[in-house]
């Protein structure tokens, strides 16, 4: 439930602060709302603002309204970043690390790589359920990550870094994998935008593979010859599950192609958040 209250605080937040809104990658100027008649004459007509504004500015009420509430998706309001608990269909409310400073609010870490400690190298089962610990690197686990992109639509953000601070990134629009009775296919990768080149569109409809479970159509197996796991078909243009290396290039590093070949990166993030969303920035 939207408050006049609250109503006034985040559209006077909204206006005083940036006076923009940002939507599923779009951003919405607030031109014809000023901090001034917020206060003088009252809240605007916030009925009138889109769909996707009026859900987010929904989300962050209930979020300030009632801290320790179960979310379904991580808050998509600015500046919220951390450890949250969520609650998807088909399992129990688990905890996510949400960030909201590389693409903006909303999005869930699925994936954080920087540094040598955490082998990626690991078999079916740890791949299912998961590994890691949030203060440092760890994969979210297939189980959760079917359950979250199945919840409602969902798109990709993949943050690289190099070892001299450079980044790139690339965004799907959609983002889908089944369940484990089909492998955690990737069944749905949207349209590509980003400079880092789109080095996973070839892996649409490729299953996932780890050492002890080659799912992949290629004749050797490729988590075997790459180091690592992935939706992989012939050995890929990406594995952001490979082998940390500290400098240099090498096929069963964290690599993606269409970025520096075969270079090994610093840090890498892979990241998903709701299509529709909107969030103040």
Not at 55 to 66: F, L, R
Not at 109 to 124: G, P, T, Y
Not at 213 to 227: F, G, K, L, T, W
Request: net charge negative; with cysteine.
């Amino acid at each position: 439930m939207i408050t006049a209250t609250m109503n006034v605080v985040l559209v006077y937040l909204a206006v005083t602060c940036l006076t923009v809104i940002k939507c599923s990658g779009e951003e919405v100027l607030l031109t014809d709302i000023s901090s001034d008649s917020v206060l003088e004459h009252g809240v605007p007509n916030v009925t009138s603002l889109p769909n996707n504004i009026l859900t987010v500015i929904g989300e962050a009420t209930d979020y300030i309204g009632n801290a320790s509430q179960t979310l379904t998706s991580c808050p998509q309001a600015f500046g919220v970043e951390g450890i949250f608990e969520i609650n998807v269909p088909g399992l129990d409310p688990f905890p996510v690390l949400c960030d909201a400073q590389i693409a903006g609010a909303g999005y869930t870490v699925i994936a954080s790589r920087s540094n040598v400690e955490l082998s990626f190298f690991r078999n079916w089962t740890e791949y299912k359920r998961g590994f890691g610990d949030f203060s440092g690197d760890f994969f979210i686990g297939l189980d959760k990550l079917h359950a979250i992109t199945k919840s409602q639509t969902y798109e990709l953000y993949v943050h690289l870094e190099d070892f001299e601070g450079n980044t790139r990134f690339a965004r799907y629009d959609e983002f889908y994998i089944e369940s484990e009775n089909e492998s955690y296919k990737l069944s749905k990768l949207g349209t590509f935008t980003g400079d880092a080149g789109d080095s996973l569109t070839r892996q649409k409809g490729a299953p996932f593979s780890t050492y002890d479970n080659d799912n992949a159509s290629y004749s050797q197996n490729c988590a075997i010859i790459r180091v690592g796991a992935w939706w992989y078909t012939d050995c890929s243009d990406s594995n952001l599950f490979g082998v940390y290396m500290r400098v240099g290039f090498s096929t069963i590093g964290i690599y993606w192609r269409l970025w520096m070949g075969e270079y090994s990166y610093q840090n890498v993030k892979m990241m998903v958040r709701p299509k529709y969303s909107c969030n103040l920035i």
